[in-house]
């Protein structure tokens, strides 16, 4: 059974403190993902990482910074927590295709992380 | 830069009906997949079905069909003989091929109730 596992279903933090949010896959997918879900704007891409030690930025990177040392193990980190970064947090993995034909890879998502700044 | 849209942020049907979620996206890409995600009260997102761009037929899963229109570049879900557990948020995406990491844009969302 594959699986993505975030690290903290609920999570109260307060305002200027720095925050973790852990992700681990166990399907040895190349590609991983940070998503953020607000009601009406869906899910939005924070970061995302096709390689250990590799990243870029998404849509709204602004306020967060990631870390990927192992393939397995995609961290969020928000350096400077503010009320305006209470939301669901989703990560993801997905494995990387190679060809048109496997381009339909599914993503695999976690349980979210229901983040709540104080 | 692609972008997905929903347009109907949330439906109400009888149980055994049928529903149909709109989904139109944006791109200049020519080869890319759609997909249909749930996710219902537990938060877990679950992949309802999936579309290749350059595949003409329509996808079905059991109850789950899709209306894919390229040129219009719409993507509508069809849930026939809808059940209780069919009550979630539907997230439509769209992936493109052979750029950059492979990521999946997300729209908005549509928040189905299944009423009994």
């Known amino acids: 059974d594959v699986k993505v596992t975030q690290s903290s279903r609920y999570l109260v933090k307060r305002t200027g403190e720095k925050v973790f949010l852990e992700c681990v896959q166990d399907m040895d997918h190349e590609n991983m993902f940070w998503y953020r879900q607000d009601p009406g704007l869906g899910l939005r891409l924070i970061y995302f990482?096709?390689?250990?030690?590799?990243?870029e930025k998404g849509d709204i990177p602004e306020g967060y910074s990631v870390s990927r040392e192992k393939k397995e193990r995609f961290s969020l980190i928000l350096e400077s927590a503010s009320t305006n970064q209470t939301s669901m947090y989703l990560c993801?993995?997905?494995?990387?295709?190679?060809?048109?034909?496997?381009?339909?890879?599914?993503?695999?998502f976690g349980q979210g992380t229901r983040l709540t700044v104080v | 830069a692609q972008t997905v849209t929903q347009s109907q942020p949330e439906m109400s049907v009888q149980e055994a009906e049928t529903v149909t979620l709109s989904c139109t996206y944006d791109?200049?890409?020519?080869?890319?997949?759609l997909f249909w995600y749930k996710q219902p009260p537990s938060r877990q997102m679950i992949l309802v079905i999936r579309?290749?761009?350059?595949?003409?037929q329509n996808a079905t899963e059991n109850r789950f069909s899709v209306n894919f229109q390229k040129a219009a570049k719409s993507f509508s879900l069809k849930i026939s003989d809808s059940q209780l557990g069919d009550t979630a948020m539907y997230f439509c995406?769209?992936?493109?091929?052979?750029?950059?990491?492979?990521?999946?844009?997300f729209g908005q969302g549509t928040r189905l109730t299944i009423n009994p």
């Open positions: 579309q290749e761009a350059y595949k003409q």
């Open positions: 995406a769209f992936s493109p091929l052979f750029q950059g990491a492979q990521k999946l844009v």
């Open positions: 791109t200049s890409e020519s080869n890319y997949y």
């Open positions: 990482s096709y390689d250990v030690k590799m990243k």
């Open positions: 993801a993995s997905r494995k990387v295709y190679l060809s048109l034909r496997e381009g339909g890879t599914e993503a695999f």
